[in-house]
């Protein structure tokens, strides 16, 4: 037999089981494709995703024939979501999936005093919706890091305190962007021991500080034990202001922190995080950070300037210093940023 033939006996049981839906994004308004929007195929514990081309189109790879779950989500839009999916053994064809402008009016979005404590995105709720669009635009951002080339610049300060003086040492890089720029671990190990660790002695002691990415800022467990609410309204062109905290007092170091969403849109602008139940001593504001996001020339949202935060520790795990990380995007493929 020839090789291609015998390549291709080998591959057609594979080709034929799999299961594939594919479809189309396209706004329910204009009938026009939708970008960069994120597409979701669940079942139980297990998922994909993936992120529409220029075009709109998709294409998932199922975990066999069954019933799905399918979501699409754009920056702008109000999410669709498709239940009860039946994806057959081969391709299903989910066909133009409709999703709607984001239709909130100024009155809607002026909030007198801060909402009640809600954790419910997509509940239909002025709050839900709110929630909903910092998910998308975050997971929008975050799958859109390796569509690109991105240049940035990174500055890494340090700066200690001595009983007479103080030594500032600053190192500054120019890279890619190599991910995202808060550092995180697993949301289950973040739910077991917080968003600071200890180290032991021989790695120097003192702690490893992490933030929120999108996994863990809308994981069941962190939606269910933190307070998020609308901040009141600070006038027509002022962003939305939709603030976390967490619901209940803990051992374990956790966080709050507020998202700024264009009122039209509900793109995301700007985003600050604290840690809090801070071990004693240490004074609120010394571990943290905040991103600033726009669109780059290339259509992109980004992450387009960031500052983390954390202490330095000495020996009596008291705060000698602070590490100070900064970071800006600087080019993109499509062209030279306006900060450069």
């Known amino acids: 037999m020839p090789l291609l033939a015998l390549l291709l006996a080998l591959l057609a049981p594979t080709l034929v089981g799999a299961q ?29 995703r993936t992120t529409t081309s220029a075009s709109g189109a998709f294409t998932l790879a199922a975990d066999g024939p069954g019933r799905y779950t399918l979501r699409v989500a754009a920056i702008g839009f109000s999410p669709s979501t498709l239940d009860r999916l039946v994806v057959p053994a081969g391709t299903l064809d989910a066909g133009d999936v409709m999703l709607s402008r984001v239709a909130f009016t100024l009155p809607e979005l002026r909030v007198d005093a801060p909402s009640a404590c809600q954790v419910s995105p997509g509940s239909g709720t002025v709050l839900g919706q709110v929630l909903d669009g910092a998910r998308t635009a975050l997971q929008v951002m975050e799958a859109g890091l390796g569509d690109g080339e991105y240049r940035v610049e990174r500055v890494v300060r340090r700066a200690v305190r001595g009983r007479r003086d103080s030594l500032i040492t600053a190192d500054t890089t120019r890279g890619q962007f ?3 720029p808060i550092r995180a671990v697993a949301p289950d190990s973040l739910r077991e021991f917080g968003f600071a660790v200890e180290l032991p002695a021989y790695a120097g002691g003192g702690r490893r500080w992490f933030g929120p990415d999108v996994g863990a800022l809308f994981a069941d467990w962190f939606l269910a034990s933190h307070c998020f609410s609308l901040e009141p309204d600070r006038g027509d062109d002022a962003p939305i202001r939709l603030r976390f905290e967490p619901a209940t007092a803990g051992r374990a170091i956790d966080v709050a922190g ?7 849109t509900l793109a995301l602008r700007h985003f600050r995080f604290e840690h809090r139940n801070l071990p004693r001593g240490f004074l609120p504001g010394v571990a943290g950070g905040e991103m600033a996001f726009a ?4 259509g992109a949202w980004l992450p387009v300037r960031w500052v983390i935060r954390a ?3 000495n020996t009596e795990g008291r705060v000698a210093g602070e590490l100070r990380q900064e970071g800006r995007v600087i080019s993109s493929r499509a062209g030279t940023m306006d900060n450069e």
């Open 258 to 264: 507020v998202f700024e969403l264009d009122r039209e």
């Open 295 to 298: 669109v780059l020339p290339s």
């Open 20 to 48: 594939v839906v594919r479809g189309r994004a396209v706004s329910a308004e204009t009938g026009a494709p939708i970008p960069r929007a994120i597409v979701e195929l669940r079942r139980g514990e297990w998922s994909a």
């Open 311 to 313: 202490p330095i520790e």
């Open 178 to 180: 190599a991910g995202w």
